[in-house]
């Protein structure tokens, strides 16, 4: 079976049941869409699964070991990189693992990573359209807290180096915390 095919069954079948926050969307939309934002912007075919598998030990019963078995060490490692290691956490005390971890993450954990918070943007983004200010009501965290984070991010992201995505996600934040 095809490696990305393969993602999407496995992604599909961990995500069963799940929903985009305060939404009636599918929660796998958000990973395959961020497998089709890499895809899209050129990476293999091995970054794309990682892309659509990137939640699957933090967010379903998919075990790292699994990852491991089933698609190799690299995209388990990638996986494992953008993954939050200890749910019981605050949010405060995860989202600071997040950003000093990704500013020594390899390249891969980087770009998926970057992926990620690029779809979430631009969903944030697609609500707004909708909802105006009203948006940040999903969240646990309001506005300041979520520009907080995803700045503190993007900064992480380009801490070591440079590359496409990054310039896009920087966009899409400013798009979005520029908006009242």
Not at 151 to 168: A, G, M
Request: net charge negative; with cysteine.
């Amino acid at each position: 079976m095809d490696l990305i095919e393969k993602a999407v069954q496995v992604a599909t079948l961990g995500h069963d049941g799940q929903y985009r926050k305060n939404s009636n969307i599918p929660y796998i939309s958000h990973p395959v869409a961020v497998g089709m934002i890499l895809m899209k912007a050129g990476y293999p075919d091995e970054l794309v699964a990682a892309g659509i598998l990137h939640d699957t030990i933090e967010d379903t019963s998919i075990t790292l070991m699994e990852i491991n078995q089933w698609f190799g060490g690299n995209i388990a490692k990638i996986v494992e990189g953008c993954s939050e290691p200890d749910k019981s956490l605050s949010w405060e005390e995860r989202k600071e693992h997040t950003i000093h971890f990704l500013e020594h993450a390899s390249e891969e954990i980087r770009i998926v990573s970057c992926a990620d918070k690029l779809h979430n943007i631009r969903s944030i983004l697609d609500r707004y359209v909708l909802e105006g200010e009203e948006v940040w009501s999903i969240f646990k965290r309001g506005r300041e807290q979520q520009e907080w984070y995803y700045r503190s991010v993007l900064n992480s992201l380009s801490h070591q180096s440079d590359f496409p995505l990054l310039e896009e996600l920087s966009a899409d934040i400013e798009n979005l915390f520029v908006l009242k």
